[in-house]
Every structure is written in C-alpha cells, then in structure tokens.
C-alpha cells in the first residue's frame, strides 16, 4: 500500500481545502518544493500534485511552483498532477517537465473523447480521477453533481486504457472523517486496474482499514491535511502499511 502525500498548490503556496472550497484554505507552506523534499525525507516514494487555481480556470495556474517541485524531486520519485488539464497540448508539457502521471478528472467526464485521445497519446501516464458522492460523480471542483455513476463511468475509462482511478470521496476530503472503505472497494473490484483511496484519511486506523482489503485493487491512498496537521505521522504509517503489505 503506497501512501501518496498530497501537495495542493494556490497562488503557489502549498495549502489544504475543506472539502474543495477555494475560500476555506488553509496555507501550509510558502514553499512547495521545500515540503516535496520533506516527504521524500519522511519516505515517500509518490506524490500527488494538485494545481488548485487550475482545477477552477480550466488550465495550468501554478507551473512556476510545480516547476520548483519537479526540479527538487527529479527522478528520485514519480509525480502525478492535476488540475486544470484540459488538452493533448498541455499533457505533453507535464510529461516533459517532469511528471510521471496526469491526472484527468472533469475533462475525461465532460469530454470523454480527450481521456480516450490522451490515453491513445500517452499510454500508461494517464490516471483518471473520479470524485463522487453517493455513488455519483461531481464535477468543476465539485460544485456540480452529474448523473453518472461512478463504476459504470470507471469501466468506461478503464477500457480506455486510464492506467489508475483515484477515488474520492467528496463528502468526507479534508474533513479527517475516515476513508469511505465499502464505496472504495466496491469500485476496485468492479475494475481490472488500480484504484488509489482519496479522502478522509484521518488516522492510522484508516490506513490499517485500507490495507486489509488492498487485495481487492487497491493500490495506495493520497493523504493531506491528516499529515500536515499532525493526527498521521507519514513515516510510521508507510512503515506499518509496508509491514501489513507484506504480512497480507
């Protein structure tokens, strides 16, 4: 079980939103590359990027800072990013900045043929992200809820050919409320690919919650606000999911 620190990027600092309002942010660091370097220091061997200003334009906001991250990370670990990635064009820019993995998330919902585009264009660096609420995908930095529902929408994508879905959550990100275990894995084992758990890690519980049905297809966990305000030590919880992994 791969735990994936999230670094959320405003106005190029690094911060944490309560369940994706722009306005309820919480500035954690003025500077992100320093804090990449903090949690490849403390273990990690992901991280999980997400442009914030761009989630909300439709295009890149914060390239200088995302920049400054992948010049410190360089090719100790791999990078996925989101947010705000709309076109082949700027996939293209991520991948040759640095980026290991981008992230698709309202773009692959509204325009299904850009996701299917970007996976024939860039295979194995596509990850798509679903962000649901009672079983229905959100989209636009979750301010509007489609219809779709969430494992029908994932088996779309995974045929193709996304090489991951990250799952959240929305009613419980950033709120340190546990991870929703049943709708996570009800996803994986509707899937052939990865799926990584987003929102609600709050605790090591939750990470030892997630590690016993890991089996089922699910390959890591993206944690925020837990690490930054202190309720998960990132170091002994990739120490203890390494030692459930291996036990399991």
Not at 16 to 35: C, I, N, W, Y
Not at 198 to 205: E, F, H, M, T, V
Request: a negative charge; charged letters at 25%; one cysteine or more.
């Amino acid at each position: 079980m791969l735990l994936i620190p999230a670094i959320d990027l405003k106005d190029g600092h690094c911060v944490r939103l309560k369940q994706g309002v722009m306005e309820d942010a919480t500035v954690f660091s003025e500077d992100p590359a320093a804090m990449a370097r903090h949690w490849i220091d403390q273990g990690a061997r992901r991280l999980h990027l997400v442009d914030l200003n761009g989630a909300f334009a439709g295009k890149p906001k914060n390239e200088a800072a995302i920049k400054a991250i992948l010049n410190e990370v360089g090719a100790e670990i791999p990078v996925q990013l989101g947010g705000g990635i709309r076109d082949l064009d700027t996939i293209e820019r991520c991948l040759d900045d640095g980026v290991t993995y981008v992230i698709i998330g309202t773009a692959a919902v509204k325009n299904p043929g850009f996701l299917y585009d970007a996976c024939s264009a860039f295979p194995g660096h596509i990850i798509v992200g679903l962000d649901a609420k009672d079983g229905k995908v959100a989209v636009d930095g979750w301010s509007k809820m489609t219809g779709h529902d969430v494992v029908d929408l994932a088996r779309k994508f995974e045929d193709y050919g996304v090489e991951g879905v990250i799952y959240t959550d929305i009613g419980r990100d950033g709120m340190l409320s546990g991870v929703n275990i049943e709708a996570t894995v009800k996803l994986a084992q509707a899937l052939r690919i990865p799926v990584i758990a987003s929102g609600g890690i709050a605790s090591l519980k939750d990470i030892k919650a997630l590690c016993a049905v890991q089996d089922e297809g699910i390959s890591g966990a993206i944690t925020g606000r837990a690490i930054y305000q202190g309720t998960l030590d990132f170091k002994k919880a990739q120490a203890e999911a390494d030692k459930l992994s291996a036990n399991s």
